[in-house]
């Protein structure tokens, strides 16, 4: 599924719609350069949950924990493992599958510890438009296909 945005209003209706259809553990997959508009997407999906604490990406700690009442929500953003190089032995598959919900910022760097059923989301910007983002959603198993599904409808 593909979709054209062009503010970051539309992104975050997009996410507020995912985030309405969502189950524990759903995995989600945000992608994308740097300025994409992963976090932003994040802050409309925390919103639309209910999350009244300010969304910001964890820095020093990986994974930041938000609670929602349905489900905890994990926000994960492994940017730095990057430049360290190697990221095995994270424990960070604890985020994945359960009673939760993960988004999950440069995912790239932890391959290991992910789940094979994702929902992938890849932000791509437009040149020339500052505000328009072109928005494509994968899905790779059974609950990201139900989840894609419920999103096209
Ligand atoms: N349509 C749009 N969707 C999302 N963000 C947009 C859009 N238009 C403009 N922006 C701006 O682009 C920036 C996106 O920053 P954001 O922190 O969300 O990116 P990111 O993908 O999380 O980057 P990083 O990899 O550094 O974490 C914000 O300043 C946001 O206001
Ligand atoms: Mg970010």
Redesign the pocket.
Known sequence: MRIL?E??N??QEIAAKLAKNVKAGDTILLS?D???????FTQGFAKALGIKRPVK?PTFTLVREYQTTQFPLYHL?V?RLGEEGNAEDLGLSEYFGGEGVALV?WSQYIKPDLPDDVLKIV?ERVPNY????VITLTASGDKSVALLSEMEK
């Open positions: 945005v503010t970051v539309e992104t994308g740097l300025g994409a508009g992963k976090t932003t990406s953003d940017y910022e932000f500052d505000t328009k983002r």
